[in-house]
T-cell receptor, first 114, second 114 residues
Framework: AQSVTQLGSHVSVSEGALVLLRCNYS??????LFWYVQYPNQGLQLLLKYTSAATLVKGINGFEAEFKKSETSFHLTKPSAHMSDAAEYFC????????????FGAGTQVVVTP | EAQVTQNPRYLITVTGKKLTVTCSQNMNHEYMSWYRQDPGLGLRQIYY???????DKGDVPEGYKVSRKEKRNFPLILESPSPNQTSLYFCASSLLGGMANVLTFGAGSRLTVL
C-alpha cells in the first residue's frame, strides 16, 4: 500500500528566498512520484514527475525535485520564490500494484511575501 | 483547446435531492477519475475508469455512483446527497491509466449540501 506525507500544511517564504516543500512516501514497490500545483480557483496541473530515470527531476517554472530512495523522500525546491508561486502544492504517488490509483498528500499552501 | 469540462461549477442543494455532476474531455483519453478535495485531507479518489464500461472504486466511493457509457463522458451521481458530501470535486483524465499517467484536471465543482 502506498501513502504520502507532506510536512507542513502552510509555508511562508519571502520573495527571492528558497522554496522547500517536503514529501515523504511509503511504498512497497518502486513508485512513480508527482508534484502538482493548484492556483486559486483552478484545477491541478503537473509540475514534474519521477519515473525511475534521473533522480533529479526538473519541472516547469523553475521547480525541481530529487528522489532519495534511502530517505523515501521527494522534496520540491525552487531557488528563488516569485509572487506567482503562491499556490497549493500536492505530492502524489502511484504504484504498479495500484493500477489506476494515484494517492495524494494533504497539500502545502505556499504564501510568498514581498 | 484540450480540456476537461465539469458542470456545474457551483451547486447548493438539499439533503436527499439527487444530483449529477457532469465531466467531459475532448482529448480521447481512456482513463478518467473523480476526486474530492477537503481541507487538510488533500485529494481522495472516489471512482476511476480505465475505459468505456470499465469502472472501479477509489478510496472513498460510498454515496457515489459513476458510469462510463462513452469515452468522453464520466458523470458523477449522488443519489441521495448528505452534508458530509459537501466538498470540492475534481474530474481528471489521462491518455492511459497506469503508474506514469499524468492527469489533466477540470476546474472543479464546489458542492454544498444543506
Amino acid at each position: 500500500a502506498q501513502s504520502v506525507t507532506q510536512l507542513g500544511s502552510h509555508v511562508s517564504v519571502s520573495e527571492g528566498a528558497l522554496v522547500l516543500l517536503r514529501c515523504n512516501y511509503s511504498s512497497s514497490v518502486p513508485p512513480y512520484l508527482f508534484w502538482y500545483v493548484q492556483y486559486p480557483n483552478q484545477g491541478l496541473q503537473l509540475l514534474l514527475k519521477y519515473t525511475s530515470a534521473a533522480t533529479l527531476v526538473k519541472g516547469i517554472n523553475g521547480f525541481e525535485a530529487e528522489f532519495k530512495k534511502s530517505e523515501t523522500s521527494f522534496h520540491l525546491t525552487k531557488p528563488s520564490a516569485h509572487m506567482s508561486d503562491a499556490a497549493e502544492y500536492f505530492c502524489a504517488v502511484s504504484e504498479s500494484d495500484s493500477w489506476g490509483k494515484l494517492q495524494f498528500g494533504a497539500g502545502t499552501q505556499v504564501v510568498v511575501t514581498p | 483547446e484540450a480540456q476537461v469540462t465539469q458542470n456545474p461549477r457551483y451547486l447548493i442543494t438539499v439533503t436527499g435531492k439527487k444530483l449529477t455532476v457532469t465531466c467531459s474531455q475532448n482529448m480521447n483519453h481512456e482513463y478518467m477519475s473523480w476526486y474530492r478535495q477537503d481541507p487538510g485531507l488533500g485529494l481522495r479518489q472516489i471512482y476511476y475508469s480505465m475505459n468505456v464500461e470499465v469502472t472501479d472504486k477509489g478510496d472513498v466511493p460510498e454515496g457515489y455512483k459513476v458510469s462510463r457509457k462513452e469515452k468522453r463522458n464520466f458523470p458523477l451521481i449522488l443519489e441521495s446527497p448528505s452534508p458530509n458530501q459537501t466538498s470540492l470535486y475534481f474530474c481528471a483524465s489521462s491518455l492511459l491509466g497506469g503508474m506514469a499517467n499524468v492527469l489533466t484536471f477540470g476546474a472543479g465543482s464546489r458542492l454544498t449540501v444543506l
